[in-house]
């Protein structure tokens, strides 16, 4: 083999390299925060009372008439601070924990136009 050619051959692995990189990049790291489906609804309110007062969550896409308000419910209301406080406050050292009413999901949890933030 000639070193132009074994150079060459260097540098596609490379550039592959690089490629498969970025394309994993591109997404595999984003992260939600929302309720757990198993979280008693006490415990749900509890934690939803807390990211939107003391925990610094902005709640306000969850009140009426605001796009993340439907669906109604407890259980979404909740996802959405906290998935809003997580993402805020993650590089600061805050969790998705809630005292366990909260987990990480790699699936967008968005829906018509609720948009739920996510940060790298």
């Known amino acids: 083999m000639s070193s132009a050619w074994f150079t060459t051959l260097l540098t596609l692995v490379f550039l592959a390299s690089i490629s498969i990189l ?12 929302i309720a757990d489906e198993q979280t008693p609804d006490e415990e749900l309110q509890r ?9 610094g969550a902005d709640c306000s896409m ?5 796009p993340c ?3 109604n ?20 050292g805050a ?14 949890p968005s829906h018509n136009s609720c948009k739920y933030e996510v940060l790298p």
């Open 22 to 33: 970025l394309q994993i990049s591109d997404g595999q790291f984003e992260e939600w925060c």
């Open 47 to 55: 934690a939803l009372d807390w990211a939107c007062g003391m925990g």
């Open 62 to 66: 969850i009140l009426k008439n605001k």
């Open 69 to 71: 308000y439907f669906p």
């Open 73 to 92: 419910t407890l259980r979404d209301h909740a996802s959405y601070a906290f998935n809003d406080y997580y993402q805020k406050f993650k590089h600061k």
């Open 95 to 108: 969790t998705c924990y809630f005292n366990s009413a909260a987990m990480i999901t790699d699936l967008d």
